[in-house]
């Protein structure tokens, strides 16, 4: 089981950029597809980006389409999201999570999870 480290939330005005690291310990990411998802208060667990076992395939949420970019690194033990123009609509608690190879958007599917950033995004 690989273990996961988010780091990078904070608070940041409208139209903004944070960084989110999400950073695995135990074993490396080679094999594993990796998910951001995100959960705002009252709301249930979304997907917002993933990146499949290869690196090259990467799928992303309508809403942050544009504006969020996925990453892994070349020694394949983190993950990154990049996030441009942040809207409040963005406020959430960001997740990362890891699952074997195939990537998907469902959070069920995803089998190992790190304990989460809270980003805030203020008008």
């Known amino acids: 089981q690989v273990q996961l480290v988010e780091s990078g939330g904070g608070l940041v005005q409208a139209g903004g950029s944070l960084r989110l690291s999400c950073l695995a310990s135990?074993?490396?990411?080679?094999?594993?597809?990796m998910g951001w998802f995100r959960q705002a208060p009252g709301k249930e667990r979304e997907f917002v980006a993933g990146i499949g076992d290869s690196g090259r395939t990467t799928a992303y949420a309508n809403s942050v389409k544009g504006r969020f970019t996925i990453s892994m690194d070349n020694a394949k033990i983190a993950v990154y999201l990049q996030m441009n123009n942040l809207k409040p609509e963005d406020t959430a608690v960001y997740y990362c999570?890891?699952?074997?190879?195939?990537?998907?958007?469902?959070?069920?599917?995803?089998?190992?999870w790190g304990q989460g950033t809270q980003v805030t995004v203020s008008s």
């Open positions: 135990g074993r490396t990411l080679r094999n594993y597809a």
């Open positions: 999570a890891a699952k074997i190879r195939i990537l998907v958007q469902t959070v069920r599917d995803f089998g190992s």
